[in-house]
């Protein structure tokens, strides 16, 4: 690694494609943040990335006025797969949410997926300010992509429709699952959907309830379908947050990319 990269503190998520040479423009909001919170000046080394061309080494080549430029100049990491699972969730009081969005980015979610439920506290979802959210938290745990967020919609909805191709793992507080734990180690003993063996992967979806819990007819519904998995979190009630969080922790330790090195750093 060279000098600059080791002295490349800030890291940013870029719209554009990224190659050698190439000049990234900045949004306002990037540009106020580098020059009046970290109080960067032309010149400073930054990293960029984008989702799909890797981790870049850049310099600050303008900053002023809400406007700034950044000079890509040598590739940092190639673009790699982050397989992690869908995180299925009905949307929470503000602070917890907040919780969870940046948590389950830093764990390696691959998708956020808000759905509305029977007891749930509320069906309104600002997705531009989770966006922004998700964007933060990738950016500060140095993952190379950004988890999509898609659109609420009803969970009964979801589970016909868009569960479609993914071996789903409900997180069931009324204890008839088996323990998360050893359900994936079953699975990555049979090679199935684990990143170890590509060769044979499917899509999982982790799904948490509302605060209130899954109604009687949500419960029923889902453990008729043959892709859905009960689960257990243990013996006692977790709050949704801490629920997803154990969830992906779990996922990430026994099937996912908790085997992997981390990123080498100087």
Same mark, same amino acid.
């Given at each position: 690694?060279?000098?600059?990269?080791?002295?490349?503190?800030?890291?940013?998520?870029?719209?554009?494609?990224?190659?050698?040479?190439?000049?990234?423009?900045?949004?306002?909001?990037?540009?106020?943040?580098?020059?009046?919170?970290?109080?960067?000046?032309?010149?400073?080394?930054?990293?960029?990335?984008?989702?799909?061309?890797?981790?870049?080494?850049?310099?600050?080549?303008?900053?002023?006025?809400?406007?700034?430029?950044?000079?890509?100049?040598?590739?940092?990491?190639?673009?790699?797969?982050?397989?992690?699972?869908?995180?299925?969730?009905?949307?929470?009081?503000?602070?917890?949410?907040?919780?969870?969005?940046?948590?389950?980015?830093?764990?390696?979610?691959?998708?956020?997926?808000?759905?509305?439920?029977?007891?749930?506290?509320?069906?309104?979802?600002?997705?531009? /300010? $989770?966006?922004?959210? =998700?964007?933060?938290? %990738? &950016?500060?745990?140095?993952? #190379?992509?950004?988890? +999509?967020?898609?659109?609420?919609? /009803? $969970?009964?909805?979801? =589970?016909?429709?868009? %569960? &479609?191709?993914?071996?789903? #793992?409900?997180?069931? +507080?009324?204890?008839?699952?088996?323990?998360?734990?050893?359900?994936?180690?079953?699975?990555?003993?049979?090679?199935?959907?684990?990143?170890?063996?590509?060769?044979?992967?499917?899509?999982?979806?982790?799904?948490?309830?509302?605060?209130?819990?899954?109604?009687?007819?949500?419960?029923?519904?889902?453990?008729?379908?043959?892709?859905?998995?009960?689960?257990?979190?243990?013996?006692?009630?977790?709050?949704?947050?801490?629920?997803?969080?154990?969830?992906?922790?779990?996922?990430?330790?026994?099937?996912?990319?908790?085997?992997?090195?981390?990123?080498?750093?100087?």
């Amino acid at each position: 690694m060279t000098a600059d990269a080791t002295r490349a503190r800030q890291r940013l998520f870029v719209h554009d494609p990224i190659t050698a040479g190439c000049e990234i423009e900045l949004a306002p909001e990037q540009s106020h943040y580098l020059e009046h919170v970290m109080r960067l000046k032309p010149g400073t080394p930054v990293k960029i990335f984008n989702g799909l061309d890797g981790e870049w080494l850049g310099t600050i080549s303008e900053l002023r006025k809400k406007k700034g430029r950044i000079t890509a100049e040598t590739r940092l990491r190639e673009q790699g797969t982050e397989t992690g699972p869908t995180l299925v969730f009905a949307p929470i009081k503000k602070q917890r949410l907040d919780f969870l969005i940046e948590k389950s980015v830093e764990l390696g979610v691959g998708k956020l997926q808000p759905i509305i439920t029977q007891h749930g506290i509320t069906d309104k979802v600002r997705l531009d /300010r $989770l966006q922004a959210q =998700v964007i933060e938290a %990738a &950016e500060q745990c140095e993952r #190379l992509t950004v988890p +999509e967020i898609a659109a609420p919609v /009803r $969970l009964l909805d979801w =589970v016909a429709n868009g %569960a &479609e191709n993914h071996h789903v #793992l409900f997180c069931d +507080e009324t204890g008839t699952g088996s323990p998360i734990g050893e359900v994936l180690s079953q699975l990555l003993a049979k090679g199935a959907g684990s990143v170890i063996d590509n060769t044979n992967v499917v899509n999982h979806a982790l799904v948490i309830g509302p605060e209130g819990g899954f109604s009687a007819d949500e419960l029923e519904r889902i453990r008729k379908q043959p892709f859905a998995t009960p689960v257990s979190l243990g013996p006692r009630i977790l709050r949704a947050e801490t629920a997803a969080i154990a969830a992906l922790a779990v996922f990430q330790d026994r099937i996912g990319d908790w085997s992997h090195r981390p990123v080498t750093r100087d």
